[in-house]
């Protein structure tokens, strides 16, 4: 079966704009994860959805991130008023139901261009 | 507070010589770990995982790692280096009474011919 997929795999953008970033989890898994990694560094959670809700949102770093699950399936990401420190890759992760001990599969990114 | 600290963000090993790579953890309880595989523009892929089993953990591709509770270590082997090896390598544990990953910083593994 198909693993996790994002669209776009690049984006470059101008300060100031509104993007969306889209992850296609795998089909049946239950939670969906969302992570951001910066150059040199390893991936930062920023929010964990269990179905159609976020479960935990504790790592978006402001109130311009904001993350949706409609319909417990394909989770967009936006980022409204992007600011150059927003540049980085963003990771989808999901697994079969969220329990700790669960391989998180993941996705192989969008990167992310704030010009 | 769960944290994981990777020593060394870059090592360089021969074709066929033993790879090492460091991973210690800061955990008040019997943490869940797990060693993650990243190839160049792809996503991350599991290599392997302990979550309180045997102490001895082997996963894909020849390697394997152990959870020394004295130590506080899960240290990542592999007794023959492959060139198809050479990747970044990121150790991570599950914060406690969540669901996510915290994510060492990586060690860039180059593979010598």
């Known amino acids: 079966g198909a693993g996790v997929s994002q669209t776009p795999s690049n984006k470059v953008t101008e300060k100031g704009k509104y993007v969306e970033l889209r992850c296609d989890p795998i089909s049946g898994h239950t939670a969906l994860y969302w992570y951001r990694q910066s150059l040199g560094q390893g991936p930062e959670f920023l929010i964990y959805?269990?179905?159609?809700?976020?479960?935990?949102d504790s790592g978006l770093p402001n109130d311009r991130f904001f993350a949706v699950r409609p319909e417990g399936s394909v989770s967009t990401l936006k980022i409204q008023r992007t600011e150059r420190g927003d540049s980085a890759v963003y990771l989808c992760a999901s697994s079969v139901s969220g329990t700790r001990e669960e391989t998180q599969y993941f996705g192989p990114g969008t990167r992310l261009l704030v010009l | 507070a769960q944290s994981v600290t990777q020593l060394g963000s870059h090592v360089s090993v021969s074709e066929g010589a033993l790879v090492l790579l460091r991973c210690n953890y800061s955990s008040s309880v019997p943490p869940y770990l797990f060693w993650y595989v990243q190839y160049p523009n792809q996503g991350l892929q599991l290599l392997l995982k302990?979550?309180?089993?045997?102490?001895l953990v082997k996963g894909i591709n020849g390697f394997e790692a152990e959870f020394k509770k004295s130590e506080t270590s899960f240290h990542l082997t592999k007794p023959s280096a492959h060139m198809s090896d050479a990747a970044e390598y990121f150790c991570?544990?599950?914060?406690?009474?969540?669901?996510?990953?915290?994510f060492g910083t990586g060690t860039r593994l180059k593979v010598l011919a």
């Open positions: 302990y979550t309180s089993a045997a102490t």
């Open positions: 991570a544990v599950i914060k406690r009474g969540t669901y996510k990953y915290i």
């Open positions: 959805f269990q179905g159609t809700g976020a479960a935990d």
